[in-house]
């Protein structure tokens, strides 16, 4: 197993991915990538190819079902199959619903920590985009208190709860390919909304939503999130993929910007 | 057999997509992989999902068995070459957004040089999302050995890409 010469294996970086170190060890990395470039190099590289992996299957996934797995899943004919119980199977994900239902459900889960007025535009995310990822949400500045507090002074990866009872982290940091700082973050209002994820970035002087997805599960079975992806976030997958620019930027880079009030040098 | 035929097909229904995912992973194209599915939604309804099993957790597993035994024998699965790749790249002017496309392509078939047991392992937690321990479980390996095939199998996707 390759050492680095701040004492971080392989097996950490790649466990620091998937959110399973302990905080210190995370910091550790965190530190170690802040020193070796190529460390910082080869970690980004990393995030770049699980999202990457994600996404390729994902559209792999997507193309129509063989007519061969169809039948044998069709119901038996004697029993009468209700027209909802046809839908369910046909959209068998968020994903899979029309897109101005999805957009509706996220307007719905993000009612619930008051961010407030949302208008939404319909846009390719290019030819990358699978067939039902044709959304992007473009919001008004946040207006959400919490949200804007966990946007400006959160480091990534440890999760806070709003007052209302909600837990949100903020998964990654980037830099935007036009020059804006971008924050990729997941919120899980609780038991009875549905968990989502949204990247965000810094522009006029506020945080501004640029996409949200529904997501199915937002923290892991050890209460964190993972450290640099989500669940499931096809949609900001993408975004992330052909928008960031440079590497992730984490450990005292990111300490940096949130004392500066993620100012531009 | 926990479910009857007709909840086994409705929950394979609503799996299908996580199933035809990590197949197409496992086997490096959507038509071996969709075949590989097929084989795995027959398999289901032949044999039933135990009564203390996690659905998902059991389809991926018998997912992986039938690669590992019937179509990893008859050789049946895709490899993108590098031939492949350099008419992807022929293909694509250099914007941004079919960049990303070609080198999402890239790393898909860089995972298909990987060994078997890291491919599987990172098609579980990288593509698949499963924590440590429910890929440990799927593939009935230590948690150990999961975190240091996916380590491997990370550093070689990045020093092939």
Redesign the interface.
């Known amino acids: 197993m390759n050492t680095t010469e701040h004492g971080v294996t392989d097996q950490m970086i790649s466990a620091y991915l998937d959110g399973a170190l302990d905080e210190g060890e995370a910091r550790m990395v965190e530190r170690a990538a802040e020193d070796d470039p190529r460390l910082a190099r080869r970690l980004a590289q990393m995030v770049r190819n699980d999202r990457m992996l994600r996404r390729h299957f994902q559209s792999l996934a997507r193309e129509p079902v063989p007519e061969a797995i169809n039948a044998l899943l069709e119901p038996s004919p004697e029993i009468a199959r209700p027209w909802w119980r046809k839908l369910a199977t046909s959209a068998s994900g968020w994903a899979a619903l029309p897109a101005p239902l999805q957009m509706a459900g996220a307007v719905a889960a993000l009612a619930v920590v008051g961010i407030g007025v949302w208008t939404f535009l319909e846009q390719g995310l290019g030819p990358s985009a699978g067939r039902h990822d044709s959304v992007v949400a473009r919001a008004l500045p946040s207006t959400n208190a919490d949200l804007s507090g966990l946007l400006d002074r959160q480091a990534s990866g440890e999760a806070v709860a709003f007052g209302d009872g909600a837990l949100a982290i903020v998964d990654m940091s980037f830099e935007h390919a036009q020059g804006r700082y971008c924050r990729q973050y997941r919120v899980a209002p609780g038991a009875e909304s549905p968990s989502f994820a949204a990247v965000a970035c810094r522009f006029d002087g506020n945080w501004h939503e640029v996409l949200v997805e529904r997501i199915d599960a937002a923290i892991g079975e050890s209460g964190h999130f993972h450290a640099a992806s989500g669940p499931g976030s096809a949609l900001i997958d993408g975004y992330i993929l052909e928008h960031m620019s440079g590497d992730v930027i984490v450990g005292d880079s990111e300490a940096s910007l949130i004392r500066e009030d993620w100012s531009k040098p | 057999m926990n479910l009857g ?2 909840q086994l ?2 929950a ?7 199933l ?3 197949s ?2 496992l086997t490096g ?2 038509a071996d ?2 075949d590989l ?2 084989g795995t ?2 398999r289901l ?1 032949e044999k039933g999902v135990p009564r203390d099993a996690t659905f998902a957790a059991w389809m991926y597993r018998v997912c992986r068995n039938l690669w590992i035994d019937e179509f990893r024998k008859h050789a049946r699965m895709t490899t993108p070459g590098q031939e492949g790749l350099e008419r992807r790249m022929d293909h694509h002017d250099g ?4 960049m ?2 070609m ?3 890239e ?2 078939a860089a ?1 298909q040089r990987l060994e078997i047991d890291q491919r599987e392992v ?2 579980l ?3 698949e ?1 499963c ?3 429910e890929a440990a479980e799927i593939l009935d390996i230590p948690i150990g050995t999961v ?2 095939r ?3 199998a ?2 070689r ?2 020093e092939m ?1």
């Open positions: 035929e007709e097909k409705r394979i229904s609503e799996h299908l997509e996580p035809r995912r990590f197409a992973a194209s959507a992989g969709d599915a097929q939604v027959e309804l914007e941004r957004a079919a990303t496309m080198r999402m392509g790393v898909g995972m990172l098609a937690v990288a593509i999302e924590s440590y321990r975190m240091s996916l380590a491997r990370r550093k996707l990045v890409t």
